[in-house]
């Protein structure tokens, strides 16, 4: 492997894992987040992952198992491991689900406050019954955000590895993904613990396990190198993507905001893939 494309699928791999760091600055930082434009960007996220995917992804992994297998089983490992890769995720999603930004903040008593992104704002004190509660919401989280994060870190090495023009957009995509999982870890630990700056490093902490998926992925590719392990990990991958965009995104971006809006942005960046991907043929 080319050390310039090493560096560039790491580089590209902890940038969109730090990402999470933006969430915790958005809740921190702005007076309001703004949940509209979020939206559009989750559902934009989720249009990148899905075309990218299904069109460029698939196909250049089953051109490679056929070159290796032949066009009858090269194309059935293609189907298998491409819902091997969202069987996989589906089975981490069950078993550690993933949070998100919690629209409302509990009180003590069961009554729903303002927004938690507002009450940080507004500089509102939690209740120190409810402290030691939000404190495990946040490390739950943390913990279930650091699980996710590990199989999307092998995909975007992966890609950006076969083929660095894609890595780029994949990894900004993710990094979309990655900033209300952010706000999800800092928000409740903050609440708990009256400091922005450790909820800020815990929420960046949480997204170190997607350079830790890379550096899985590219052990896995060094030690077995060659087009079948490349065709069933990029199939892999794609599966995975399509199903972080249709489990995770679009559900995001629908509660971020209205539904139109989530729709013109996956529009939007599918659009946007495709004139990248016609500009490189």
Do not use: C
């Not at 060659?226 to 629908?254: C, K, N, W, Y």
């Not at 905001?257 to 599918?270: C, P, Q």
């Amino acid at each position: 492997m080319d050390l310039g494309n090493l560096v560039y699928a790491f580089g590209l791999t902890l940038i969109a894992g730090l990402s999470t760091g933006i969430g915790a600055a958005l809740a921190f930082f702005t007076s309001r987040t703004n949940t509209r434009f979020l939206s559009v960007a989750l559902g934009f996220s989720a249009g990148v992952m899905i075309y990218v995917s299904m069109i460029e992804i698939f196909f250049k992994a089953k051109d490679a198992l056929v070159f290796e297998l032949g066009e009858k089983l090269g194309s059935w490992a293609t189907a298998g491991a491409f819902f091997a890769g969202m069987f996989i995720f589906a089975l981490i999603d069950t078993v550690i689900p993933v949070p998100h930004e919690p629209k409302m903040v509990e009180d003590i008593d069961g009554t729903e406050e303002a927004t938690a992104a507002e009450q940080i704002a507004a500089g509102s004190a939690t209740k120190p019954e409810a402290q030691e509660k939000l404190m495990r919401m946040g490390l739950f989280s943390a913990l279930a955000i650091a699980v996710h994060n590990f199989p999307e870190g092998m995909a975007t090495f992966t890609a950006a590895i076969k083929d660095p023009s894609l890595g780029l957009p994949i990894a900004v995509a993710i990094a979309i993904h990655n900033i209300p999982e952010g706000i999800a870890v800092s928000v409740p630990i903050f609440y708990a613990t009256g400091n922005k700056l450790r909820g800020f490093w815990y929420s960046l902490i949480s997204g170190l396990s997607e350079p830790l998926g890379a550096l899985v992925g590219f052990l896995l590719l060094t030690r077995f190198f060659s087009d079948a392990v490349f065709g069933i990990l990029f199939a892999a991958v794609a599966g995975i993507m399509v199903f972080i965009s249709l489990d995770e995104l679009l559900p995001a971006a629908r509660e971020y905001g209205e539904h139109h809006l989530a729709i013109y942005g996956l529009v939007a960046g599918m659009i946007v893939m495709a004139v990248s991907l016609l500009l490189f043929v």
